[in-house]
């Protein structure tokens, strides 16, 4: 079916609460099937399906193969006690939006979508607040027990207080108890070298990181057209200027920025996503879905 | 060099204007917040030794262009006297656009109506009736009215009395055919008659090769003497709002609401529209934003209103030259969580999931979700059943009880709507007497259909509610890309003739007929999740989305326009009341009177109030019997909104009008007391030429280094 994401930003906005987005964003994943569980790798058999080009062929039901002519995939519930700690920076910059809807905010769609994966397959889905006030945490819990709790705080959550990115990690390091999967959603607005350290220490502590860098299509492009003055988010003061003027110069220094950022994640052998919020958010899911995987084959499961 | 009017020179101090535009500029810039402001910074250290340079040799062309400009206009000019009017007695009509645009005010503060009642005031001075002068007044506004027919004197008092403008469009054309017969009543041999209209020549006011210029013509057979006077400023920017309307008009607690203001330049330099919001008087959300000559820019904000009941929603500009467009409000009216009942039959153990269980399985959301939905089984519905529900879904039931029948029948014409699923179990004889009962033909639930190859849905009304999410192209594939191996076929000729068809199957056989059963809309849909019927709940993410825009389109709306345009009568209607009708307009200028009538129609009723000329939200409320069963509300909201063609000051030039009407005398502008018109100006042409060389210099380099930025 040549159908949109339903995790498109502008069909979520839509929505009216943030566990409706949440749950369409999933289930539209999922291939819309009402309450389904995710089906993998695990060892309860759930059902047999026709066999698409790019599933693993140990997969491959030789047997019915052999005696229909017809190749079909064994697909098993999967089962696992993953820890997943969604880490959401929410400093004054991640206010900023251009679309209807603020960093922010996408961030929180992202967040509870991603919550709502972890509670589909009875994963632990914990949360960490912080924008350069008093971190918020919701402790890890496992299944749809979580759930409201996580998304409660997450629909709360105000773009306030100047920090740097890099804060919500190190908030986070030493602090997340058993090894797991990290997502950290900031708008990585600061100082690269800091938070590739903080990073660092998170996977030094065996987590796996994944950094989704959630961005206002018009902080990459500069896309505005008529001279503005500029009010600084997090400080940073006022500027006058014409954007069309300087945006080459613009573009250029924060794609600089981007590739150091971009480079010493990659150098610790941390996933790195750029999510701008006018796109769909299922490179976010699915890059999770693969990360997940992973961590599971990695404890042997 | 000489210059004839030496006293100019005192304005060349005005070449100073380019360079305090660009400093105000720079202390008036829009202010946006940004997050990213390092590498702004970075970037305009990069770039600022380039940005002065080129913005020194912008700002040296437009101070020469000024400069050379006021040299210019000093140069040797020639000047000219007033023509005076013959003695004897005189008669003269006057007509006076009152339309909204003659409210627009020049960089003096002056008014096009001002101008119009000075100029008329001039021009019946010294009239007087013993010496047999007569005067007639013509007010071409909301309606044409004549004012005054026969004294002078009365005339000029009811001149220093006139009300404002009217924040209305004016028919013009019957303005001067009523003129035209004036003129006939006074005239006599001896006195000769002068007709001055006095005008704006705003072009949406004036269709010359139309109506007005076909009434000029008319008028100038039996009348030699009419003069047309342009009173508008040469001029004549104008920045307004010229639409505002939020999506839905109507929303639940807690749904976004998507308020779309549409904002034009009709003048013909950039400006800057400051734009604030405000909702029952609060401020919501502010937007700015430069446009260019006749742009128009949309701001869409989204708003979550809370509570419920009608709410007071402004959008307003800056003010300008007219002020009449540069507020607008709209109303929105947050309704209750519309109350769902779902009825229906679980599949008995080992069958198949029928439509019951997956419209459950999709529409119970839980709390805080925009429907509060109830199950019950089909045999249970009785009118207790049904009290204070908005909508009905029928989930495939098998056979109805007769008195179910009766009770559904009953609340929908009371206004509730029914969603009526069809699929394997609804049989057409058992569907039969709900049908009949709701004004449908027993054969509108035809046999199931199972084609070769599976049938998909195509939209056929784009503007159905439901449907318009899907009519995005984006979102589109969702609803036709989805298989129907089996459905059942609905024959809408045997729906009441009123029916529509949003949705068809293969463009062709019927997969969704509505129509309006009393004040309830009653919807029977093929077009539902059935497993292995069609893969519809296989819709990554549309399938909950369209359920639900299907089942709240039912729900009863708003009985009465939510928008009118100034002078048109507002008509709500209400629940019924003892009698005392409260009309309250917004705060206008001046308090204009307007008339109400009630009538009783059903049990609502129906309040109009003629000629609201104030804009803004008008509030009309009955004193409704608290006892009284009626869902309708006993307050209304409705929003007067100026028409946005008297925002266009686009003019006729009066040569335009001569050519239309060749033998029309035309002032292109009322001349003041005192004042000489002024003639060619021949030492001046050069210097007009290097102006016009230096202008076109700037304007190439800015266009030039625009285009240079955007490509960067």
Redesign the interface.
């Known amino acids: ?8 930003p ?2 979520l ?5 943030l ?2 987005r949440a ?3 999933v ?3 999922a ?5 389904s569980r995710l089906k993998g790798a695990g060892l309860t058999f759930a059902e047999h399906r026709a066999y698409v080009p790019g599933d693993d062929l140990r997969r491959m039901d030789w047997k019915v193969a052999a005696r229909t002519d017809r190749h079909v995939i064994r697909v098993h519930e999967e089962e696992s006690s993953l820890t997943g700690w969604l880490l959401v920076d929410t400093s004054a ?4 939006g251009t679309l ?2 603020s ?1 922010l905010d996408y961030a929180t769609w992202t967040a509870a979508a991603l919550a709502r994966l972890l509670a589909m397959q009875n994963d632990r889905a914990g949360l960490l607040l912080s924008g350069g006030g008093d971190p918020r945490w919701v402790p890890a819990r496992s299944g749809r027990a979580g759930w409201p709790a996580l998304v409660d705080t997450l629909d709360a959550a105000e773009p306030v207080g100047e920090g740097d990115p890099a804060e919500v990690g190190e908030a986070a390091a030493g602090r997340l108890g058993r090894r797991g999967l990290v997502v950290w959603l900031t ?1 990585g ?1 600061g100082d690269p070298g800091r938070m590739v350290r903080a990073a660092s220490r998170l996977k030094e502590e065996g987590h796996d990181v994944m950094v989704l860098r959630i961005l ?1 299509p018009v ?1 990459i492009s ?1 896309s ?14 006022v ?4 954007p ?7 573009v ?3 794609e600089e ?1 981007a590739q150091t950022l971009r480079r010493g994640l990659r150098e610790l052998n941390v996933d790195f996503l750029r999510m701008p919020t006018d796109q769909s958010l299922e490179p976010a899911l699915a890059g999770f879905l693969a990360n997940r995987a992973a961590r599971l084959r990695k404890a042997g499961r | 060099m000489t210059f004839l009017h030496p006293g100019l020179l005192w304005a060349l101090p005005a070449v100073a204007i380019p360079i305090l535009i660009h400093l105000l ?2 202390r008036r ?16 250290q ?2 600022r030794r ?2 002065l340079l ?1 913005d020194a040799l912008l700002l040296a062309l437009r101070t020469g262009a000024v400069l050379f400009l006021i040299l210019a206009l000093a140069g040797p000019r020639s000047g000219g006297g007033e023509t005076s009017s013959g003695g004897g007695p005189q008669a003269d009509v006057i007509v006076l656009d009152a339309s909204m645009s003659m409210g627009f005010r020049d960089g003096n503060g002056l008014r096009a109506w001002d101008a119009a009642l000075a100029e008329a005031r001039k021009r019946l001075a010294g009239r007087l009736e013993s010496q047999g002068d007569r005067a007639v007044l013509v007010r071409a506004g909301h309606e044409n009215v004549r004012l005054v027919a026969g004294s002078p004197r009365v005339a000029r008092q009811i001149l220093e009395e006139a009300s404002d403008p009217d924040p209305t469009s004016c028919g013009m054309g019957d303005a001067l055919f009523l003129a035209a017969r004036e003129a006939e009543a006074i005239a006599r041999p001896g006195l000769p008659v002068r007709i001055t209209i006095l005008t704006d020549l705003q072009r949406a006011t004036w269709d010359i090769q139309g109506r007005e210029g076909e009434a000029l013509r008319q008028l100038l057979e039996s009348f030699p003497l009419v003069d047309v006077v342009n009173v508008g400023a040469p001029s004549r920017p104008n920045l307004a709002i010229v639409h505002l309307e939020t999506a839905p008009v109507s929303p ?1 607690p ?3 609401a ?1 308020i779309r203001t549409r904002v034009r330049n009709f003048g013909d330099s950039p400006r ?1 529209a400051n734009l604030e919001m405000t909702l029952d008087g609060a401020p919501l959300a502010r937007w700015d ?2 446009l260019d000559p006749g742009e128009e820019a949309t701001w ?3 708003v ?1 209103p809370a509570g419920t009941g009608p709410r007071k929603l402004e959008a307003r500009l800056q003010p300008d030259g007219l002020r009449a467009d540069d507020s607008r409000g709209a109303v929105v009216v947050v309704r209750e969580t519309p109350t769902v009942i779902l009825a229906g039959e679980p599949s008995l153990p080992g069958e198949r999931r029928l439509v019951f269980e ?1 419209l459950s ?2 529409l119970d ?2 709390p ?3 429907l509060d939905m109830h199950e019950v089984a089909p045999s249970s519905i009785e009118a207790r059943t049904l009290e204070g529900a908005s909508v009905l879904v029928l989930a495939d039931p098998r056979a109805l009880p007769p008195s179910s029948v009766a009770a559904i029948a009953d609340r929908v014409r009371q206004g509730m709507g029914l969603l009526w699923a069809v699929g394997p179990t609804t049989h057409p004889e058992d569907a039969a007497p709900l049908l009949s009962a709701l004004g449908a033909g027993p054969s509108l639930v035809g046999p199931v259909q199972s084609p070769e190859r599976p049938a998909t849905l195509s939209i056929r009304d784009e503007n159905h509610p439901a449907i318009a ?1 899907f009519s995005d192209p ?2 589109r ?2 609803l036709e ?2 298989p129907h191996s089996s459905f059942r076929i609905l024959d809408p000729d045997a729906a009441p003739s009123s029916a529509k068809v949003p949705l068809v199957f293969d463009g062709e056989s019927a997969a969704w007929v509505e129509w309006k059963e009393g004040e309830g809309r009653c919807a029977v849909v093929a077009a539902v999740p059935i497993p292995g019927w069609n893969r519809m ?9 369209f359920l639900l825009e299907a089942v709240t389109s039912l729900v009863a709306g708003i009985p009465h326009p939510l928008v009118v345009e100034t002078g048109e009568e507002i008509a709500v209607v209400l629940a019924a009341g003892r009698g005392n009708i409260e009309v309250q307009p917004p705060l206008g200028p001046r308090r204009i009177p307007f008339a109400v009538t009630a009538r009783p129609e059903g049990g609502a009723l129906v309040i109009a109030a003629s000629s609201a000329l104030i804009p803004g939200i008008w509030v009309v409320t009955s004193d409704s019997d608290p006892l009284g069963a009626s869902t309708l509300s006993s307050t209304a909201s409705v929003a007067v909104v100026p028409p946005s063609s008297e925002s266009d000051l686009a003019a006729w030039d009066t040569s335009d009008l001569v050519t239309a009407v060749p033998d029309l005398a035309l002032d292109s502008r009322a001349p003041a007391q005192g004042e000489t018109p002024g003639k060619d100006l021949p030492l001046g042409d050069s210097v007009f030429l290097l102006v016009a060389g230096l202008l076109a210099t700037e304007s190439l380099l800015a266009r030039w280094l ?1 285009r240079k ?2 490509s ?1």
């Open positions: 079916m040549n159908a949109p994401p339903a995790s498109d502008k069909f906005a839509r929505l009216s609460s566990e409706l749950r369409t964003a289930e539209g994943l291939g819309g099937r009402h309450a910059s991640m206010g900023f209807g809807w960093k708008d607005l206002d902080e500069l505005w057209d008529s001279p503005t003055r500029f009010m600084g988010l997090e400080g940073g003061g500027l006058r200027a014409d069309k003027a300087i945006r080459k110069a613009y250029e220094t924060f920025h | 500029r720079r810039l829009p202010e946006r917040d940004f997050a990213a402001m390092d590498f702004l910074a970075l970037a305009f990069k770039a380039r940005i080129e639940a807690g749904e976004p998507q800057t934003r430069v869409l904000q989204i979550i997956t399985g999709f959301l839980g805080g979700a925009p999410l984006t979102w594939p969702l890309e989805v709940e296989e819709i990554p993410g549309g399938t909950l989305p625009d930025r955007a960067a």
